[in-house]
């Protein structure tokens, strides 16, 4: 069975402080891993797919790497405007056209 | 661009009440989906269709109904409303792609409660 785990579920830094959101996987078959911004009260923005191991992508702050087990979202010297809930999500091969969503990290930078 | 679009954006119900959550996308998508998300959890999977006339269930799909007659519209009919489903429910929609899937675009949500 395809499954999402992230961690940690709530994070707070201070504006300027570099860190890291992880999440892990295990999917029969990767087909997809997707990450999501989500701010209170809207639904998920998306921000990047990753497709395999080694594959990087960039987006401003942040940036988005994958291995065969996991998937990081780096932040660098994040701003308030960054605060929000990170959505991770893969698709597999087994699961068709579903994708499975993790309960996602609450990001807080404090000014 | 509209994108997608959900109506009504708050509801609240009693139980055992009908009501049908609306969701329409304006990017000619075949795939649309319809999530729910509990407080402090991720989304969860009712129904999902890959085009008009066909849909089938996903994790949660007790207590709902789905049809798919259009490419465009994607409506979630909840029969009969029960507390468990409170909820923030969400409608997506994402493009075809052969050997990969490719993002999914979301509306802003329908929050409902079940009194």
């Known amino acids: 069975e395809d499954q999402v785990t992230q961690s940690p579920e709530a994070l707070r830094l201070q504006e300027g402080e570099s860190s890291s959101l992880n999440c892990s996987y295990t999917?029969?078959?990767?087909?997809?891993l997707f990450w999501y911004r989500q701010d209170p009260g809207k639904g998920p923005e998306f921000l990047f797919t990753?497709?395999?191991a080694g594959e990087e992508k960039e987006k401003e702050r942040l940036k988005a790497t994958l291995t065969k087990k996991e998937s990081f979202l780096h932040i660098t010297a994040p701003k308030p405007e960054d605060s929000a809930t990170y959505l991770c999500?893969?698709?597999?091969?087994?699961?068709?056209?579903?994708?499975?969503f993790g309960s996602g990290t609450r990001l807080s930078i404090r000014p | 661009n509209a994108g997608v679009t959900q109506t009504p954006k708050f509801r609240i119900l009693k139980i055992g009440q009908s009501m049908t959550l609306q969701c329409t996308q304006d990017m000619n998508h075949n795939y649309m989906y319809w999530y729910r998300q509990d407080p402090g959890m991720g989304l969860k999977l009712i129904y999902y269709s890959v085009g008009a006339g066909i849909t089938d269930k996903g994790e949660v799909p007790n207590g709902y109904n789905v049809s798919r007659s259009t490419t465009e519209d994607f409506p979630l009919r909840l029969e009969l409303a029960a507390p468990s489903q409170t909820s923030v429910y969400f409608c997506a929609s994402s493009t075809f792609s052969t050997g990969s899937n490719q993002p999914q675009h979301f509306g802003d949500g329908t929050r409902l409660s079940i009194l």
């Open positions: 999500a893969v698709s597999g091969y087994s699961s068709a056209s579903k994708i499975i």
């Open positions: 999917v029969s078959g990767l087909r997809g």
């Open positions: 990753l497709y395999s």
